[in-house]
């Protein structure tokens, strides 16, 4: 196997890439973790551990403050007010059409029995249903600025709750050590500007957010912090990776938390981020990559060479095809396995850096 002779050591303060690989001193993570709340068995009493009547109450108002902005005389004198308890009953409602799905939203109250749906129909009429639909709001127009001017928001009117389910995301859940950074989608069919398409995603359609996520064993998922994305500016924004990634990582600094993300994000100035130890896969034309490792020589399966500059060591290992890893989260001269299928379909153990390993088991937080 093709690699670098490695010793334990503290690293050095060379400014170059070096073949000399030397695992470097980590702080330990201590933190608390796991849930700051008691969990109930109730379904509603989950809900709101996140949505919290204070968030309820601010939607009822809003939405009561469009409908009276908006309204014609005549439609004013016809509409209810909005209550707590019917937002509620509605975002029920809303999530069991999820669940039980049919062709159109008034398809619900149709009078054929194959499509009507009692346990909506009977408990809130079509005509209603749709006016709460149509008056919903969580901000008050009359204070945002117009759109397209300096200081817009594409979100400025889902702003207030995004922050709001921020904020109780990060407060009732405490990140274990390892965490992952991705992009994620939220299934929209509709028409927004807003709308993307990513056609290596399980959902290809939708509104995408970047999500931190816990990624214990890769399969935890908790959503912990998120960031919508409002598509392409008329500037491009340069290094969006990094930036998204220094942004959902703010409350972790100084916390020694392992982040995972693909190669959207990794650079070398994201990994030198003091406080924080990443890994992540990355692209040769990255700025300051390795010049001998753009295109190494790995003729076989398993073969890797390494290369290190102070705390940073990126990887090249041959799978399929060559992998670049970046990472000051997994010691550099520890070695594993990962299950590969031949071509016979056997499964093999293929030797790997334990940066691939540790990728391949912890970037599943967010999928």
């Known amino acids: 196997m093709n690699r670098t002779n490695s010793t334990s050591a503290t690293p050095g303060s060379s400014s170059k890439w070096t073949p000399t690989i030397r695992d470097h001193p980590r702080q330990l993570f201590t933190q608390s973790v796991g849930p700051t709340v008691i969990i109930s068995d109730s379904p509603l009493e989950t809900f709101h551990l996140l949505f919290t009547p204070e968030m309820l109450e601010y939607i009822v108002t809003e939405t009561n403050k469009y409908a009276d902005q908006s309204m014609t005389p005549l439609q004013h004198e016809k509409w209810i007010p909005l209550t707590l308890e019917e937002l509620k009953a509605y975002i029920g409602f809303c999530i069991l059409m999820g669940v039980v799905t049919l062709p159109s939203i008034e398809d619900y109250w149709k009078k054929d029995t194959l499509l009507h749906y009692s346990p909506i129909a009977s408990k809130i009429s079509r005509d209603r249903f749709r006016d709460i639909r149509r008056y919903l709001h969580s901000a008050d127009n009359t204070t945002l600025p ?105 409350s972790l600094k100084g916390k020694y938390h392992h982040v995972y993300f693909d190669n959207y994000f990794t650079s070398l100035n994201l990994l030198e981020k003091d406080g924080i130890y990443a890994c992540g896969t990355t692209r040769s034309d990255r700025v300051g990559f390795p010049v001998d490792l753009k295109d190494p020589s790995l003729p076989d399966r398993g073969d890797y060479l390494m290369r290190q500059k102070d705390t940073v060591t990126v990887t090249a290992w041959k799978d399929n095809r060559i992998v670049r890893v970046m990472s000051t989260a997994s010691d550099p001269t520890a070695s594993s396995t990962v299950n590969r299928r031949c071509r016979t379909g056997e499964k093999i153990a293929v030797p790997c850096p334990q940066c691939i390993e540790d990728y391949n088991r912890l970037m599943g937080g967010v999928d």
């Not at 859940?173 to 939220?186: C, T």
């Not at 970047?210 to 919508?228: C, E, I, R």
Request: some cysteine; proline content about 6%; glycine content about 8%.
């Open 146 to 250: 117009t759109p397209g001017t300096p200081g817009s928001d594409r979100l400025a009117k889902v702003r207030p709750l995004i922050n709001k389910v921020n904020e109780r995301c990060s407060a009732v859940y405490l990140l274990d050590r390892d965490v992952a950074v991705d992009e994620a989608m939220i299934k929209f069919q509709g028409r927004s500007s807003l709308k993307q398409y990513l056609p290596n995603k399980p959902v290809k359609r939708g509104i995408k957010v970047w999500v931190l996520a816990d990624s214990k064993n890769g399969k935890n998922g908790y959503f912990h912090t998120m960031q919508v994305y409002t598509g392409r500016q008329s500037t491009p924004e340069k290094h969006l990776g990094t930036r998204v990634v220094k942004d959902l990582t703010t």
